[in-house]
C-alpha cells in the first residue's frame, strides 16, 4: 500500500511538471511574440515617419533650388554658389549641381576642401532624364539621405540638383529609443517569467488536484471535496466538481438504501412462505382447516411479494425513462375506474369514497402511469385513514392544466415528514403499514409518474385531522379512453 502511494505520488509530481511546462512555454511563447512586436513596431514606425519627412522636406528643397538656377542665363560656378549661398544649404552634406551632360557646376565639398562621400552616379542619371530620386538608410550611427532633381527650363532638363545629407541628430533619438525599449522589454521579460511561473505553479497544482480527484471519484470514492479559494474559473470549476460529488455521494446512498430496503422488504414475505411451507411438511398430523389457514397465508405473502416486484420494475423503468409517449387521456374516466377497484377495499375498511369529478377531464399523460397514481394516492387514502372516515377525490380545470386533489380524513403527516413520504420504502406508521400490506412504494411511483409527465404532486395537512395530496398535469386535448384499455393497461404493467 505505501509503495502504491509512493508511485502515485510520483506521478502526480509527474504530470504537474508537466502541465507546469506545457503552460510556461505557451505563455512565455507568448511574451517573446508581444516583445519582439514591441521592439520592431514602434522603431519601424519611427524610422518610417522620418523617411517620409525627409523625403518631403529635401525634395522640396532641391526643387527650390532646381527652380531658382532654371531662371539663370547661363549656369556657372559663381551664379550657382551665390543662389545656393541665398538658399541656405548648409545643413546638408553635399550639395552638387551638374549641367545636362552630367558635368560638375558645382561641389559643395569641393568649395570646403572636404573629399566627401562619392555622390550616387545612378540619382544623379535619373535627374537627368527629368525624373526625381530620393534614397535614405538608417543605421546606428545616423540617417544617409539623398535626393537628386532635374533643373528644368521650358521643359527641358538643362542640369541636377543633388542633395546629400548625413542625420545624426534623429538617429541617435531613434537609437535611444530602441535601447530604452530593449531594456523596458527584457525587465517585462524577466518579470512576466517570475509571475507566470508562480501563477502557473498555483494554477496547475489546483487542475491536477481536481484532475486527481475526478479520478478517484471515476474509481467512486465520492468523498472527493476540492477546496474552493476566490472568485475564478477553477474555483467555480470546483464548487461545481463539489456539487457533482455531493450529488453522487447522495445518490449511492440512496442507491445503497434502496437495497438494503428492497432486500428486506422482498425477504420477509419470502421467510413466511418459507416458514409456513416448512410447518407443513413438518406436521404430518396437522388437520385440514389448519392446512388451509396455512395456504391461504401463502398465498397472500405470494400477492403481496408479486405486487412488490411489479413495483420495483414500475420504478425501474420510469428511472430509465421509458414512460411511453404521452397522449390525452380522460382523467375522469380514469378516476372512476381506479375507485370502483377500491370499493371493495374502503368497505372492508369502512371509509367512505366522495368524487366530485369534472365531466371529461383530459390530461397528457399514459393510461397506465396516470392509472397508477390515482389508484396509489386513493388506496393509501383509504388505508391509512380512521373507521367511518372519508376520501374526496375532486377533479378541476385550473387554467392550461388539470388539479386533481385527495383528501382523507386519517391519522395525517406530520410535518417534519413530508419531504419523505416520497422516498421509496418510507413509511410514517411502519407497524399499520406491513398491517394495511403496503410496500413503501405507492407514493414514490405516483411522484415520479406525475414529474415524468411534467406534472407537479404536493402534500398539505387539513384541519382539523387529515392530509391531502394535490395533483397537476398538462391539460390535452379532446380523447376518447374506454374501461377495457384502461383496466387492461393497468393490469398488464
Not at 505553479?201 to 476566490?230: H, N, P
Not at 446512498?253 to 414475505?269: C, G, I, M, N, Y
Not at 378516476?335 to 368497505?347: D, G, Y
Request: charged content about 25%; overall charge negative; aromatic content about 6%.
Amino acid at each position: 500500500m505505501q509503495n502504491k502511494n509512493k508511485k502515485a505520488k510520483r506521478n502526480f509530481r509527474k504530470r504537474l511538471t508537466g502541465v507546469r511546462f506545457k503552460f510556461v512555454g505557451l505563455t512565455t511563447a507568448l511574451v517573446v511574440v508581444l516583445l519582439a512586436l514591441l521592439n520592431s513596431y514602434p522603431v519601424q514606425s519611427s524610422r518610417d515617419m522620418v523617411f517620409s519627412e525627409k523625403q518631403t522636406a529635401m525634395t522640396n528643397q532641391a526643387g527650390t533650388a532646381a527652380s531658382s538656377l532654371a531662371s539663370l542665363d547661363h549656369l556657372s560656378r559663381e551664379s550657382i554658389a551665390e543662389v545656393l549661398n541665398l538658399l541656405e544649404l548648409d545643413n546638408y552634406e553635399r550639395v552638387l549641381v551638374t549641367n545636362e551632360k552630367g558635368r560638375v557646376l558645382y561641389d559643395s565639398a569641393a568649395e570646403e576642401n572636404q573629399t566627401g562621400q562619392q555622390p550616387e552616379i545612378k540619382a544623379i542619371a535619373r535627374a537627368m532624364e527629368g525624373k526625381t530620386s530620393f534614397y535614405s538608410r538608417f543605421t546606428s550611427e545616423a540617417f544617409f539621405s539623398h535626393v537628386a532633381v532635374p533643373i528644368l527650363r521650358d521643359a527641358k532638363v538643362i542640369g541636377a540638383v543633388y542633395l546629400d545629407e548625413k542625420d545624426e541628430e534623429q538617429a541617435g533619438i531613434i537609437t535611444g529609443i530602441q535601447s530604452r525599449i530593449r531594456t523596458i522589454s527584457a525587465f517585462i521579460c524577466i518579470l512576466a517569467l517570475l509571475a507566470d511561473i508562480l501563477m502557473t505553479s498555483l494554477l496547475t497544482k489546483r487542475i491536477v488536484t481536481l484532475a486527481e480527484m475526478t479520478k478517484k471519484v471515476a474509481e467512486g470514492d465520492y468523498s472527493q471535496r476540492f477546496l474552493t479559494q476566490g472568485e475564478d474559473e477553477v474555483a467555480e470549476l470546483g464548487r461545481e466538481f463539489n456539487r457533482l460529488t455531493q450529488r453522487l455521494e447522495t445518490t449511492e446512498k440512496q442507491r445503497r438504501q434502496f437495497v438494503s430496503d428492497a432486500s428486506h422488504e422482498l425477504k420477509t414475505p419470502i421467510a413466511a412462505i418459507t416458514l409456513l411451507a416448512d410447518s407443513i411438511v413438518q406436521n404430518e398430523n396437522m388437520d385440514e382447516e389448519t392446512i388451509r389457514e396455512f395456504v391461504t397465508d401463502i398465498v397472500h405473502e405470494s400477492n403481496r411479494l408479486q405486487k412488490m416486484t411489479e413495483e420495483l420494475l414500475d420504478l425501474s423503468r420510469m428511472d430509465d425513462g421509458n414512460i411511453g409517449k404521452s397522449v390525452p387521456v380522460n382523467m375522469t374516466k380514469v378516476t372512476e375506474e381506479a375507485v370502483a377497484l377500491l370499493k371493495p377495499l374502503s368497505s372492508e375498511q369502512n371509509v367512505e369514497i366522495k368524487l366530485d369529478l369534472e365531466p371529461d377531464s383530459i390530461v397528457l399523460a399514459t393510461e397506465n402511469d396516470l392509472y397508477h397514481v390515482v389508484f396509489n394516492l386513493v388506496e393509501n387514502a383509504i388505508k391509512y385513514n380512521v373507521p367511518e372516515g372519508k376520501v374526496t377525490v375532486t377533479l378541476r380545470t385550473a387554467g392550461d392544466r388539470i388539479r386533481m386533489e385527495v383528501e382523507d380524513t386519517g391519522i395525517g403527516i406530520p410535518e417534519n415528514e413530508r419531504e419523505s413520504i416520497f422516498h421509496r420504502f418510507y413509511r410514517v406508521d411502519k407497524a399499520r403499514s406491513r398491517e394495511a400490506g403496503g410496500s413503501g412504494l405507492g407514493l414514490s411511483i405516483a411522484h415520479d409518474a406525475v414529474l415524468q409527465h411534467r406534472g407537479t404532486i404536493e402534500v398539505e395537512e387539513v384541519e382539523p385531522q387529515g392530509t391531502r395530496f394535490i395533483v397537476t398535469l398538462p391539460k390535452g386535448p379532446p380523447c376518447t379512453a374506454t374501461k377495457e384499455t384502461i383496466v387492461e393497461g393497468f393490469f398488464n404493467g
